[in-house]
């Protein structure tokens, strides 16, 4: 009970909010996590596109072995650009047939059916396609993210890439003509297709434009790409310029050319 001109007892007084100095100690923890996790996310991110882009390669793997099994081991063959028709949509250079879609798709789709080809678009494809606006993606260019081995799956015969390798070149293509998978070293090691950069990659003489290689670098380490195996297997593969034979791979199927390929690999001048 309080008396005539005694004060109640006082209250506590309730804070409005932050002080500026706190706000600003927030915001600058919630800066130095952000700087922290986002690389991290980044590269997951990043391994999960990749991981996505592996396993396209692994049913189209798949499609080409039941593709063999149907034509008696014989690999599809056209004079003009068979290792990028091979399959999916029929892409800004309108080329078809695409052979290999019924394997890929269950159906052969319709050849503008953009959508119905997804499998064979790589979700970080950044285009580099060289001749072409770099910055167009290679799927909508070609109708497919990925290119085949030319020795197994293209022309049945091959000009010699350079000087260099002339010699070997003029070799292979005295075996391409009707090739058969009976006809393959160490499918193991042997590529069969990969992302669409793999090729320029690989080939022995540097292209006229280096920014060809950035734009298809297209998963964050240089030299390297998504490769499908002629057994099946995907693996994240580091493609040496101008090596026929590694202990990692080999893009050349006649194991009775190995001794001429060592002599001759490597980077042509």
């Not at 034509?71 to 250079?93: E, I, M, P, S, T």
């Not at 678009?121 to 001749?131: A, E, L, N, T, Y």
């Not at 042997?190 to 998963?219: C, M, S, V, Y």
């Amino acid at each position: 009970m309080t008396t005539a001109g005694s004060m109640p007892c006082a209250r506590g007084r309730t804070r409005a909010g932050f002080t500026l100095i706190e706000l600003l100690v927030v915001i600058a923890v919630i800066a130095v996590l952000l700087a922290i996790l986002m690389p991290a996310l980044g590269r997951a991110r990043a391994l999960a596109q990749r991981v996505a882009c592996g396993g396209n390669l692994k049913q189209l793997g798949l499609a080409w072995n039941n593709y063999l099994m149907d034509y008696n081991g014989r690999f599809y063959q056209h004079k003009d650009n068979a290792n990028v028709r091979y399959g999916g949509w029929q892409g800004l250079r309108g080329w078809w047939p695409r052979p290999l879609n019924p394997y890929a798709l269950g159906a052969v789709i319709d050849p503008n059916d953009r959508q119905g080809a997804k499998v064979f678009r790589c979700p970080v494809d950044r285009g580099g396609v060289p001749g072409s606006f770099l910055r167009e993606q290679v799927f909508d260019v070609h109708g497919t993210s990925y290119q085949t081995n030319i020795f197994l799956i293209g022309q049945d015969s091959c000009m010699p890439f350079s000087d260099c390798t002339a010699e070997l070149d003029l070799a292979i293509a005295a075996q391409l003509p009707n090739m058969n998978v009976n006809r393959v070293s160490n499918p193991t090691r042997l590529l069969l297709i990969g992302d669409f950069g793999w090729i320029n990659q690989w080939k022995p003489r540097p292209h006229p434009n280096p920014e060809w290689k950035t734009l298809a670098e297209w998963h964050r380490k240089t030299d390297c790409h998504n490769m499908a195996f002629l057994d099946g297997h995907v693996a994240f593969t580091e493609i040496r310029k101008g090596f026929y034979v590694t202990s990692e791979y080999c893009v050349l199927p006649f194991q009775s050319l190995y001794g001429l390929a060592e002599r001759v690999q490597g980077p042509c001048p």
